[in-house]
């Protein structure tokens, strides 16, 4: 939720700075009749970004590949507005005050929808950056907790923008994007390390065991970035809170008592960040540790099949709940784990309790999730049993008189394919 806030705040501070600067330069030129075509490029591009957001949502990608590159695409959009908006930060007013007063020039029709078009396309160009953005976020983490933290981000970005223009928020633009970017900038990094890990658990890149089991667990835990997050603001709130203090100062009454207090302003600063740094380090510890011990947990217990002539049988009475169930069966000298869980659609997911990336590091079942115990990855239900990535490999089953049965051989050969 709060990456997704921040998202939108920043796009839509951005947007509102646009098109509160437009209005104020009318406004001051008495051209204010033109103000309605700029509300009408604002509700143009509104519906514009909200018919991209739709778009995306109903692009269903299942792909581990393509929700991959989606979030590198994510990561470079985040990066490029960092960079664009920090340099013309301090300039935004008269570039968008120079163009406004170009197209102004025109006769009065040609005039507004120059100005109406100019509106559109620089706010549709943040709303569409948002709507990618914010749905590589959800691919990544809790759908509902995206939605209100971009409700709240774009809400405060409105006050923001109100605030700032009738003068009773005074915010130093330049110290307000450098502050966000180096909070994006971590948000930046969480989607291009998804990226990285769901391209490498597709095996669109080469992958390990190991660098799943370190990386993966942290990409998919919100709670690890949530603390650098926090910290970054932290740090960034108690950088300013000691500007404040400089600034607000009595003057020095000669050099050496300015002298006096600039070490003793640099002494404290240094001390203050190593122990915020300190902190957050520990903190950061502690995060990780909590992640990857709930990767190392101890494997869910299996219910042992007995095997006869060569056929594992479950009756399906005992797997019709949707829940994830692990067995295991005794097959020459090797005791071999697999699960079945039932489908949406009612039919039965059938597989070994490993995969090729991650081998039999097996998996467990958080709510409605299956997740990869190694690398923390979550399976599609209606793709287990089928080839790919983190995908537990499939082994084939039929029912037959109540149950379903699952040839031993079967398990052997699929088991041949795990790395061990």
Same mark, same amino acid.
């Given at each position: ?5 921040? *998202? ?8 509102? @700075? ?51 590159? @989606? ?31 170009? *197209? ?66 005074? *915010? ?12 994006? *900038? ?47 603001? &932290? ?164 029912? &037959? ?20």
């Amino acid at each position: 939720m709060l990456s997704s806030f921040l *998202i939108a705040l920043r796009e839509g501070v951005e947007a509102a @700075l646009v098109v509160g600067i437009v209005l104020v330069y009318l406004s001051r030129t008495g051209r204010l009749a033109l103000a309605r075509y700029v509300w009408g490029g604002v509700a143009a591009a509104a519906a514009s970004s909200l018919g991209v957001a739709i778009a995306l949502d109903r692009w269903q990608i299942s792909e581990d590949g393509f929700e991959g590159l @989606l979030l590198l695409v994510a990561a470079i959009f985040v990066v490029t507005m960092i960079i664009w908006m920090n340099h013309v930060a301090q300039h935004i007013r008269k570039h968008i005050e120079e163009r406004v007063e170009r *197209i102004a020039g025109r006769s009065a029709f040609g005039a507004g929808l120059g100005v109406a078009t100019f509106v559109f396309l620089m706010v549709l160009r943040e709303g569409a950056e948002l709507a990618l953005i914010l749905r590589a976020v959800e691919l990544s983490s809790a759908g509902l907790a995206v939605w209100i933290g971009t409700a709240l981000g774009l809400a405060s970005a409105v006050a923001v923008g109100v605030f700032f223009f009738q003068g009773t928020l005074k *915010i130093p633009l330049g110290r307000f994007f450098s502050a966000t970017s180096a909070i994006l *900038i971590v948000v930046a990094v969480q989607l291009a390390l998804t990226g990285v890990h769901e391209l490498s658990e597709a095996m669109w890149l080469p992958s390990s065991r190991i660098e799943m089991a370190y990386v993966g667990p942290v990409v998919r835990n919100e709670v690890f970035f949530f603390v650098v997050i926090f910290g970054a603001a &932290a740090l960034l709130v108690l950088r300013e809170w000691f500007a404040a203090r400089a600034q607000n100062a009595p003057p020095a009454a000669n050099d050496a008592e300015r002298r006096q207090r600039e070490w003793e302003r640099r002494k404290q600063r240094r001390w203050t960040f190593a122990s915020a740094f300190a902190c957050i380090a520990v903190i950061l510890l502690l995060a990780a540790e909590f992640v990857y011990a709930r990767v190392s947990a101890a494997p869910p217990p299996a219910a042992l099949v007995e095997a006869s002539a060569g056929i594992a049988r479950i009756p399906l009475d005992q797997i019709s709940d949707s829940n994830l169930h692990i067995f295991s069966v005794a097959a020459g000298g090797t005791t071999l784990r697999f699960i079945v869980i039932r489908k949406p659609n009612g039919s039965w997911g059938t597989a070994l309790d490993a995969c090729r990336i991650c081998g039999t590091a097996g998996y467990r079942q958080e709510g409605t999730n299956v997740i990869c115990r190694n690398c923390g990855a979550a399976i599609y239900i209606p793709t287990i049993g089928q080839a790919g990535g983190c995908n537990p490999v499939g082994v084939p089953a039929r029912l &037959a008189n109540g149950a379903l049965e699952i040839e031993i051989s079967s398990l052997v050969s699929a088991y041949g394919e795990v790395p061990h």
